[in-house]
DNA sequence: CGTCTATTTGAATGTACTCAAAAGCGGTGG
DNA sequence: CCACCGCTTTTGAGTACATTCAAATAGACG
């Protein structure tokens, strides 16, 4: 069971279980790997599943009718990730979810979780603290999206996430951050004169 | 108690509450009236209250240091409104949340609902489902936010929120669309014309 | 009726996009 | 180990969508 420690530490930090309850828990999971390009979630699918990423990381996206792809999340470990429409409606899957990179992750299905919740009511308590931090960082992200320029998005990305420059390619970035990748290529290249 | 019934069956389409649980919450409830202009929430107060409105419309915005305004939501009669980041963290918050019209809500403290789960853990499912439910609604929000013309934002606000437009003045409505007021009136006369 | 606020209109400007092409980079096979 | 191929990033010119600024018009409220 010692490879399920981490994600039983990312629930800690919320809810405190006993080991019985921790056993449940991972009664309820199963571990994935997925490669490089690999798609864990595809539109017209329904998604089966939330992961936690023990290692690795995820791209969540849009492709829009003219082909452009829209980036919602980047997601690395210790993150968890889904279509979460998708999840939670049980209705078929509008997004993309790709590894960007080789991965492992710790799958609960949307049955396991309604499950789950009948045994030990404290996962509620956790999956909402979870959800609500999410929508608050949503929120704030929307935020940034109508009210900053391309740039200010850019630097606040930077300060925010700095590992991700390396980790993920600049047009994934450039599609996170709602701009081209010439635009963004610009950008960089005018600061790094300046 | 009779006044509580539009809220108790809001909560009842997601969980099923018994009349004692029913006359529980209800305890920790209050109700006020806001005119017209009032604020409800303001930046630096740390936000106490989630509101349900029983009537009434209000308008969640940040004001940016250049004085621009940028709303974050508008809320009519069956919703549930605040600013979440401040509530939720329990630190000072940087919206308004102001009073369009006249309107009578429905409070629940963040104190009371920390107690409310402790009496009656069933409504942690409700917060969790109702956050699902926004969380989803942002992504949605934001996605078009980046991906789609301000025309075709406006034109999905028409489609979805048809009553809004005689509820909201026409600047709020630019705010919330992420486009200044002379964009969006420029949108509705062509579209008049054409 | 007058004042204040909201909406409309127009011209000039700017931010970011499209299209096109070159340059850089990395992996793979000969 | 180098050469080639495909994919990513850069560069530039032209364009479009949306903004700013300024002013006029229309509406709402006391």
């Known amino acids: 069971m010692d490879e399920f420690e981490p994600v039983i530490k990312n629930i800690s930090r ?28 595809q539109p017209d699918f329904v998604c089966q599943y939330r992961s936690y990423i023990l290692s690795g990381a995820l791209q969540t996206y849009l492709v829009c009718p003219n082909r452009q792809e829209h980036t919602i999340a980047l997601s690395i470990e210790d993150w968890w990730t889904s279509d979460f429409a998708s999840y ?29 919740y009948k045994q030990v009511p404290k996962f509620e308590r956790f999956f ?49 951050l709602g701009m081209t990748t010439q635009f963004l290529s610009k950008i960089r290249n005018q600061k790094a004169k300046g």
Not at 15 to 33: A, N
Not at 97 to 107: F, G, P, Y
Not at 133 to 146: D, E, F, G, N, T
Request: overall charge negative; glycine content about 0%; hydrophobic content about 40%.
């Open 14 to 41: 919320f809810i405190d279980l006993t080991e019985e309850e921790k056993e449940i828990f991972i009664s309820h999971l199963r571990m994935i790997t997925v490669k490089k390009k690999q798609f864990v979630v």
């Open 88 to 116: 939670i409606n049980q209705e078929p899957a509008t997004l993309f979810v790709e590894a960007t990179e080789d991965s492992i992750l710790i799958q609960l299905s949307y049955k396991d979780e309604q499950e789950l």
């Open 128 to 176: 909402r603290i979870q959800v609500e931090r999410s929508a608050i960082a949503i929120q704030k992200r929307m935020l940034w999206s109508i009210s900053k320029t391309a740039e200010e998005r850019y630097d606040e990305f930077v300060k925010r996430y700095p590992t991700f420059l390396q980790r993920f390619p600049q047009y994934v970035i450039a599609s996170y």
